[in-house]
């Protein structure tokens, strides 16, 4: 997770001194995924394997599919 965080991170930090607008951007919007997906991890070390599991299954799971989800329909809209 920590090295796709860091494209997004990168590229916004690049446009954050240029751009007032980089709360809208992409990379904007899909940090913040990662991010908040990385805070229920960091909340999760202290559980047990299968409360583990199903607090993944609760909490991060949908913010995959959310994830996933956002880049697709974004699929075309932005230069690789």
Known sequence: RS???RGFADVVKAAGK???NIRES????I?????TMS????EFIKLEPVE??????HHVLPLVDVFFAYLKSKEG???P
């Open 18 to 20: 240029k751009d007032l």
């Open 39 to 42: 805070r229920y991890e960091e």
């Open 52 to 57: 583990r599991l199903a607090a993944h299954i």
């Open 77 to 79: 809209s932005v230069a």
């Open 31 to 35: 940090l913040q995924l990662i991010q």
């Open 3 to 5: 090295h796709t965080r």
């Open 26 to 29: 992409i990379a904007y919007k």
